[in-house]
């Protein structure tokens, strides 16, 4: 007789096998505190270097100005060098070019910045769509700036024609009534480049305002304000011809040392100016309609 089949006895779970230990990650080594400081250091200046290259009107101070300083002085020492040797001729020779240079140019001068930085204070006060939602048109408010610009530069200029008469016996009204066609082109000078900077700024934004302040500053040594342009290098005479404001300071030194009205010159500086005009309204009318096109309005407000 068969004896019954014992129950087999349960089988004891195995034990749980251990999980294997991963290999420990290689990863960087820590910095020292030292080295952590200069990685964060030369980061910062990274960045400010990317900043700088994809906006190359940045360059205007790292490199124009030295540029601008090096031609202006150098081509006035090299003038007043070469009129020491006409004899007691050359201080009076010399203080024409300085003085009349000086109460002339300002009026360029200040007509540029009065009516960029106009434009600029819209920007700055975030009020540029609320001239946008305006009726009023773009000729309306340019003309508007325009005549504060033209009251500002007077009251200037006025100050510093009476200090160089007070100070240095220089009268500015001895260029007669040639002083008359020498200041409309002047304003008229300054009022372009304006125009032209105000349409940078619109198209590049706030980062091109370097040149409200910049750009006259390299038409400055090319336009023989305070020498004759036979003191520039030989290679930058030719681009001195060509600019408008070269014949109008000519023609104001003429008549500021007693000459007859330089015809040909005034009919230079004319011709040019209402060219330089011409391109500056261009120049602006397709950058504002780049501006409206890409709503690039919503940089200022």
Do not use: C
Not at 8 to 14: F, L
Not at 105 to 129: C, D, K, P, Y
Not at 166 to 181: E, K, N, S
Not at 271 to 290: C, D, E, K, Q
């Amino acid at each position: 007789m068969t004896s019954p089949t014992s129950p087999s006895r349960p089988t004891s779970p195995s034990p749980p096998t251990a999980p294997a230990t991963p290999a420990p990650h290689e990863g960087p080594a820590l910095r020292t505190p030292a080295a952590a400081s200069a990685h964060r250091v030369l980061a910062v200046a990274r960045r400010h270097w990317l900043v700088l290259k994809r906006s190359p009107h940045r360059f205007f101070d790292v490199l124009v100005w030295p540029l601008v300083d090096t031609l202006l002085y150098g081509s006035i020492g090299l003038f007043a060098a070469e009129a020491a040797g006409d004899g007691p001729s050359a201080t009076t020779t010399v203080a024409v070019y300085l003085l009349s240079g000086t109460v002339l140019w300002h009026l360029v001068h200040q007509t540029q910045i009065s009516l960029a930085t106009g434009f600029l204070e819209e920007t700055w006060s975030r009020n540029v769509l609320g001239l946008l939602a305006t009726p009023m048109r773009d000729w309306e408010y340019l003309a508007g700036v325009g005549v504060f610009a033209l009251g500002r530069t007077a009251v200037s200029t006025v100050a510093v024609a009476a200090l160089a008469f007070a100070a240095y016996a220089f009268d500015v009204t001895r260029l007669g009534l040639g002083l008359i066609p020498v200041a409309a082109l002047l304003l008229a000078s300054g009022w372009a480049v304006a125009l032209l900077v105000v349409g940078l700024v619109l198209r590049y934004g706030s980062g091109a305002e370097a040149l409200v302040w910049g750009a006259l500053s390299v038409v400055m040594p090319l336009s023989g304000v305070f020498y004759p342009i036979t003191t520039l290098p030989a290679v930058l005479q030719p681009v001195a011809q060509i600019l408008p404001t070269t014949h109008v300071f000519a023609v104001g030194r003429t008549l500021a040392s007693g000459g007859e009205v330089p015809w040909g010159e005034l009919a230079l500086a004319t011709g040019g100016t209402g060219v330089l005009i011409l391109l500056s309204l261009l120049a602006l009318r397709r950058m504002l309609r780049t501006f409206r096109k890409r709503g690039l309005v919503t940089r200022y407000s």
